[in-house]
Nanobody
Framework: QVELVESGGGLVQAGGSLRLSCPASGRTFSRNVMGWFRQAPGKEREFVAAISRSGGSTLYADSVKGRFTIFRDNVKNTVYLQMNSLKPEDTAVYYC???????????????WGQGTQVTVSS
C-alpha cells in the first residue's frame, strides 16, 4: 500500500511557475516508478510525466516537454513536478501516482493521490 498526498497547486498567471510535491508513505518509495497525470473539466485523465525508480530516466507528454520537469528525492520519499511557462490549457487537477513500469498509461499505476488543482489564468 502506498499513500500519496499532492500539494503545491494554486492560481497562477500564464507564463508563471508552480512546483507540485507528492510525499509518499507506505511501501518503500524507491521501489516505485512515479508519475504525474492531470484531468481538466470534461476531459479524460492524461499523462504528464513519469520518472524511474532511481530518477535516471524520465518520460514526458509532448505537450509539456521543455516546460515541465519531474524529479524525485528518495531520501525525502517525495516526487516533484516543476512547471514553468504555464499556459491556460495546463489548467487541471494534477494527480501523482505510483506504479511499476515507466509508461504513460494510467492503468499501469496502482496508487493515486487525491489531486491538487492548478489554474492558469490568461
Amino acid at each position: 500500500q502506498v499513500e500519496l498526498v499532492e500539494s503545491g497547486g494554486g492560481l497562477v498567471q500564464a507564463g508563471g511557475s508552480l512546483r507540485l510535491s507528492c510525499p509518499a508513505s507506505g511501501r518503500t518509495f524507491s521501489r516505485n516508478v512515479m508519475g504525474w497525470f492531470r484531468q481538466a473539466p470534461g476531459k479524460e485523465r492524461e499523462f504528464v510525466a513519469a520518472i524511474s525508480r532511481s530518477g535516471g530516466s524520465t518520460l514526458y507528454a509532448d505537450s509539456v516537454k521543455g516546460r515541465f520537469t519531474i524529479f524525485r528525492d528518495n531520501v525525502k520519499n517525495t516526487v516533484y513536478l516543476q512547471m514553468n511557462s504555464l499556459k491556460p490549457e495546463d489548467t487541471a487537477v494534477y494527480y501523482c501516482a505510483a506504479g511499476d513500469i515507466l509508461v504513460g498509461v494510467a492503468t499501469r499505476y496502482s496508487y493515486w493521490g487525491q489531486g491538487t488543482q492548478v489554474t492558469v489564468s490568461s
